[in-house]
């Protein structure tokens, strides 16, 4: 079995290698089926840009963010956030690579949240929400951190 921190940053390597990883790690179906809608969600991000640097910046990003966190991309924090910056600027990174880093998971969470919607019983919204179904902000927005 791979332990679930390294089934997520797999997730962003190859949907053929996704699938063999989630059907032999240990996961519940419903957290399965979560994954598959976010790793859906992070492949369209990325394909709405064209610059091959973007997107590898981009990519960079997102797997440090979530290979340092060990959270599912739906249970993300603004606290994570926070966190992680303070991380950034404790590696002494610039501040402009923290905010890169910053920039690019603040805009995959306004994708998820604005553009990418779900049918759920007629009723269309957006895929982060809580157990409730109640919209979550985007925790890397300016204001919520």
């Known amino acids: 079995m791979i332990p679930q921190g390294q089934v997520e940053e797999r997730a962003l390597v190859d949907r053929t290698e996704f699938m063999r990883d989630l059907e032999r790690s240990y996961m519940d179906q419903e957290t399965v089926a979560k994954m598959l809608k ?7 991000w990325l394909a709405r840009y064209k610059s091959e640097s973007t ?5 960079e990003s997102w797997t440090e963010f979530f290979r340092w966190t060990q959270r ?3 249970a993300v924090l603004s606290s994570d956030a926070i966190a992680w910056q303070q991380h950034l600027e404790d590696k002494g990174l610039a501040p ?7 920039a690019a998971l ?5 994708f998820v949240k604005r ?3 779900r049918q759920d019983d007629g009723t269309e919204r957006s895929i982060f929400v809580d157990d409730s179904g109640r919209p ?3 925790p890397f927005r300016v204001g919520t951190m």
């Open 38 to 44: 976010w790793h859906e969600a992070y492949e369209r």
């Open 115 to 117: 553009d990418l919607r």
């Open 72 to 74: 599912f991309p739906w």
């Open 55 to 59: 997107k590898r910046a981009y990519r």
């Open 136 to 138: 979550l902000e985007n």
């Open 96 to 102: 402009a690579s923290i905010n890169r880093y910053l």
């Open 106 to 110: 603040s805009s995959f969470y306004s």
